[in-house]
């Protein structure tokens, strides 16, 4: 079964500090990876994905996340916070072999960028 | 480029009441389509997805149904509702032109309160 978890619910970074958002997954093949942010009251808002090749991805607002397939994770950074990156940030996952195109999503992490 | 409605933005409707939210996609021909529920600012339940019109998939037993009338149409229903639909309801759309490619993009989401 696929499964994602966020093992922390919330991360405190003062502004300008490098961030760092955990995430681990398991499924049974090769997995597709995305993060999402989403600001209150609003949908979520893609960030990035890794589907193959580098493993280090860069997406948007300047956040990045590396695949790392031995540990099975693929935390989000991003070197210097800004008060703006404060939101609710979700990892998902999907089996790349699998038939259905369903996510599984983490808890969410939420991150408190303070100025 | 694409984009995706959803209507209302926030509702509140009594217990026992009915329930229509709406979602449409432009921008897109045949793309998959999903209904979730977030409780609490948090987690994401996969509720409805579907591959194509009329054709839904349907995740949880529960109180909903899905209808997709429309190529880019998408409705969440229910006859009567339960306190305990109570959340925010986000509508998302995909689509696969090639590997990898099927991320997922949310819309702006439904407060619903059901008192």
């Known amino acids: 079964a696929q499964s994602v978890a966020q093992p922390e619910d919330q991360v405190n970074v003062a502004e300008g500090n490098p961030l760092t958002v955990k995430c681990t997954y398991s499924v049974s093949g090769n997995p597709y990876l995305f993060w999402y942010v989403q600001y209150p009251n609003r949908g979520l808002q893609f960030l990035l994905k890794?589907?193959?090749?580098?493993?280090l991805v860069k997406g948007s607002y300047g956040f990045e996340a590396e695949f790392n397939k031995s540990q099975t994770s693929f935390h989000l950074k991003k070197p210097s916070a800004l008060v703006s990156d404060s939101a609710l940030y979700f990892c998902a996952v999907r089996d790349a072999g699998a038939s259905s195109y369903k996510l599984i999503f983490g808890s969410g992490t939420r991150l408190l960028v303070r100025p | 480029s694409q984009t995706i409605h959803q209507w209302p933005a926030t509702l509140v409707q009594p217990v026992g009441s009915p329930l229509s939210l709406e979602c449409t996609v432009e921008?897109?021909?045949?793309?998959?389509l999903y209904w979730y529920r977030q409780a609490a600012g948090r987690g994401l339940q996969l509720l409805f997805y579907s591959v194509g019109i009329g054709q839904i998939s349907s995740e949880v037993p529960q109180n909903l149904s899905a209808s997709r009338p429309q190529d880019r149409q998408f409705i969440l229903s229910s006859k009567k509702l339960l306190l305990s639909d109570s959340g925010f309801y986000l509508c998302?759309?995909?689509?696969?032109?090639?590997?990898?490619?099927?991320?997922?993009?949310f819309g702006p989401g439904t407060r619903l309160t059901v008192l």
């Open positions: 890794y589907i193959t090749g580098d493993n």
């Open positions: 921008g897109t021909s045949n793309p998959n």
């Open positions: 998302a759309w995909s689509v696969l032109a090639g590997v990898g490619t099927d991320t997922q993009y």
